[in-house]
């Protein structure tokens, strides 16, 4: 079946770059996602890319995909304090009756000052 | 916006008690989905379902059953709940042939 990994950790200085990596199996995936979750919080969309797409720039967040060797990852820069949070990304799986996300573990990023 | 409310924030209950959690969307989205959230294992799906009365199982839907008899609400039960049926869940939306789902802010059950 689908696996979808992430690291679990990851701690940057405000100001600094933060890259979350992803590794993903299902090479029919269609669209892979990014999403974030504040504490006590739902998942909210950051954003996603199209499986023919190399990459996906949107203002901070800049979202690179490696279809070959099935590595997303999200790159943000000059990372603020607010970025804190749970990151997970997703890829999609068609059933035939509805789309399916497969989601990976969450990688939780901090940020110091 | 696209708004998912869930009819709880937090919810403790016994051992053995069935329990229901309610979602809720305004805007008309075909399909709609629950996970459980589980540190360290991401997001788990339990059940989806593409229309009303219309039900398929995820990765992990032993212990839950759901229902949908209107296309806004879509109901998660326990039937009996258990210590291992706490987390944290999570319901979410979308349209028919968009993959991108939208998630209510959760409900954390405790089963004590």
């Known amino acids: 079946g689908e696996d979808v990994e992430q690291s679990l950790f990851l701690s940057v200085r405000e100001g600094d770059s933060s890259v979350i990596n992803c590794t993903y199996t299902?090479?029919?995936?269609?669209?892979l996602y990014w999403y974030k979750q504040e504490p006590g919080a739902g998942l909210q969309l950051l954003t996603y890319?199209?499986?023919?797409?190399d990459m996906k720039q949107d203002q901070r967040l800049t979202v690179l995909l490696n279809k070959k060797d099935k590595h997303l990852s999200l790159r943000i820069a000059d990372t603020q304090t607010g970025d804190s949070a749970i990151y997970f990304c997703a890829e999609s799986t068609d059933t035939g009756t509805a789309s399916k996300l497969t989601f990976g573990t969450g990688t939780r990023l901090q940020v110091t000052l | 916006d696209v708004k998912v409310t869930q009819s709880s924030r937090y919810l403790v209950k016994r051992t053995g008690e069935k329990v229901f959690l309610e979602c809720v969307q305004d805007m008309d989205h075909e399909n709609m989905f629950w996970y459980r959230q589980d540190p360290g294992l991401g997001l788990r799906l339990i059940y989806f379902?593409?229309?009303?009365?219309?039900?398929e199982k995820g990765d992990i839907p032993e212990g839950y059953s759901v229902s949908r008899e209107k296309k806004e609400r879509f109901s998660l039960i326990l039937e009996s709940a258990s210590t291992n049926q706490t987390s944290m869940y999570l319901c979410?939306?979308?349209?028919?042939?968009?993959?991108?789902?939208?998630f209510g802010p959760g409900t954390r059950l405790t089963v004590t």
């Open positions: 979410a939306s979308t349209r028919t042939n968009r993959n991108e789902q939208y």
């Open positions: 299902d090479s029919s995936s269609t669209y």
């Open positions: 890319i199209f499986s023919n797409m």
């Open positions: 379902s593409y229309d009303v009365k219309m039900k």
